[in-house]
């Protein structure tokens, strides 16, 4: 294919990315301008409203339930920052270190059960305070990564794998991504708490254990109790209730107002918030434009390259393809499309949330230099779960 025949809508989207890749501050901005472009673009070729309509009629449910989640998360890790909970976990971890790759396999453990998201930012709320030198983009980047590979191989804790059980793939079909999410971490893990170690140790502590406000643990265990029964309830019980409404969303939002006279909420923090959330909605709107009718044929090649992918190319729309095509690998796929918006601080919702917690975070440069260890434990995952399926079936 030559250059001329790149359709257009591929042409803003580059452009968009690498303007936010260059221009980090003004992310927002652009993001905003390259969704219009597209937007205008869509309605010189139809010139019909309708069109446009039509698509977001399909797209809502998912562009909504991202924006309430990413909000309601923002007021949920204050809240558990409120409690003075992350103030006593600096004893509970290993000294050195050692400590950093016990609080990643923490975000690991907890991102198999609840959404990637919450796992993300209970990793940023601690690293906060276990490293109060500061927190390295590498951390942040293996942050990010033990949220994205921790769901990968659950039916809940991934939108993308709950997108596949709830299309009948079977969730024991999923278990095998654990094999590539687990050779990953043990690749990201030490090589980013070692690199942390070394610029902002580990903090000693000192002095009496902090009061806990138990009220506000509660409040947030209650949040990510609601998520999970959510979740069950709307791919089991009521299947299809997440194609008609946010469902995630109000489910949080709901808990959160319900548990507000209990404790209330630093409303505040929605400023900033709204800003990165805005950044990645429009992010994802203009990726749902793109004119991709298909992927690749079904390949462990052509799955590998979707990970890759994945880094910029909203996942969503990915897995929806790939699930309309039929012919994956699906344990491969979820690996990969999971695991691989780790490379860039956007190509993922866990990413995009944690930034908001740590504005330094956005700078594409700056995260693949000192994450480099992102790509390399996604390829090593990825053929490590090739091979564990050429020796237990006897073929690629």
């Known amino acids: 294919m030559s250059f001329s025949e790149i359709p257009l809508e591929f042409v803003i989207f580059g452009v968009t990315l690498i303007g936010v890749a260059l221009l980090h501050r003004h992310a927002l901005a652009l993001a905003l301008l390259g969704l219009v472009a597209a937007l205008l673009l869509r309605l010189v070729r139809t010139q019909s409203l309708a069109d446009i309509a039509a698509h977001f009629g399909q797209e809502w449910v ?70 109060r030198n500061g927190v390295t983009i590498a951390f942040l980047a293996a942050i990010v990564s033990a949220a994205n590979a921790g769901g990968a191989g659950s039916a809940i804790g991934d939108t993308t794998t709950t997108m596949m059980w709830i299309s009948g793939v079977s969730p024991l079909e999923l278990l095998p991504a654990f094999i590539g999410a687990v050779g990953a971490f043990a690749v990201f893990a030490p090589l980013a708490a070692i690199s942390q170690q070394k610029r902002s140790p580990l903090a000693t502590v000192a002095g ?57 909420p630093d409303w505040s923090v929605l400023r900033e918030a709204i800003k990165g959330a805005v950044f990645l909605v429009a992010l994802v709107a203009l990726a749902s434009l793109m004119p991709v009718d298909r992927l690749p044929v079904p390949s462990t090649l052509s799955t590998l390259g979707l990970g890759f992918l994945s880094a910029v190319f909203d996942n969503i729309p990915l897995t929806a393809l790939a699930i309309t095509q039929g012919g994956y690998d699906w344990a491969l796929l979820a690996y990969a499309v999971g695991f691989g918006g780790s490379m860039v601080w956007f190509g993922s919702s866990a990413g995009v949330a ?37 020796v237990f079936t006897g073929g690629p």
């Open 354 to 390: 944690l930034t908001n917690l740590y504005p330094e975070g956005r700078s594409v440069g700056t995260w693949l230099r000192e994450g480099w260890f992102v790509p390399l434990s996604y390829v090593i995952g990825f053929f490590l779960m090739v091979m564990a399926k050429s």
């Open 208 to 264: 009496a254990m902090p009061h806990i406000d138990w009220p506000r643990v509660m409040i947030v265990g209650a949040a990510l109790l609601t998520l999970v029964a959510t979740n069950v309830v709307a791919n089991r019980v009521l299947p299809g209730l997440e194609d008609l409404a946010p469902a995630l969303g109000i489910g949080l939002w709901a808990a959160l107002l319900v548990t507000a006279p209990l404790r209330a």
């Open 62 to 131: 998912i562009l909504t339930n991202l924006l309430l989640l990413l909000l309601g998360f923002a007021i949920l890790s204050n809240q558990f920052e409120r409690s003075h909970l992350p103030d006593a976990i600096p004893s509970r971890l290993p000294q050195g270190w050692g400590g950093g790759v016990a609080l990643l396999g923490i975000i690991f453990f907890l991102s198999a059960f609840l959404d990637n998201i919450a796992a993300a930012i209970i990793g940023g709320v601690i690293a906060r305070h276990v490293y």
